[in-house]
């Protein structure tokens, strides 16, 4: 398993931006296909985002809005976002596993860091 380290979270304003950071210190990322899954206190944990070999997917509520992208030189995968809602507001979680599909099922991912709190809030 991949130890994984989000970055990025914070405090924004309703229609700000944030930019979301995954690391994996001493491994490589290139042969991973890597989530990004969400939490708000009370919910299921939901997934959001997935970039792989076969290309970037995107959860129905954050499509148009996010944007994931991966930088193999600098081994981060990124999670861009936009136009943040106070709904958007979760711990924001990213995962890896060795597929080449995209998937916003947990079950799919062995391994996960351990979040990054967002909050959208005026």
């Known amino acids: 398993q991949l130890q994984l380290v989000e970055s990025g979270g914070g405090l924004v304003q309703p229609g700000g931006s944030l930019r979301l950071s995954c690391r994996a210190p001493?491994?490589?990322?290139?042969?991973?296909?890597i989530g990004w899954f969400r939490q708000a206190p009370g919910k299921e944990r939901e997934g959001v985002s997935c970039?792989?070999?076969?290309?970037?997917y995107y959860g129905e509520s954050v499509k148009g809005r996010f944007t994931i992208s991966r930088d193999n030189a600098k081994n981060t995968v990124y999670l861009q976002m936009t136009s943040l809602k106070p709904e958007d507001t979760a711990v924001y979680y990213c995962?890896?596993?060795?597929?080449?599909?995209?998937?916003?099922?947990?079950?799919?991912?062995?391994?996960w860091g351990q979040g990054t709190q967002v909050t959208v809030s005026s």
């Open positions: 970039i792989s070999s076969s290309g970037t």
């Open positions: 001493g491994s490589t990322l290139d042969y991973y296909a």
């Open positions: 995962a890896a596993d060795v597929h080449y599909y995209c998937s916003l099922y947990d079950s799919d991912f062995n391994s």
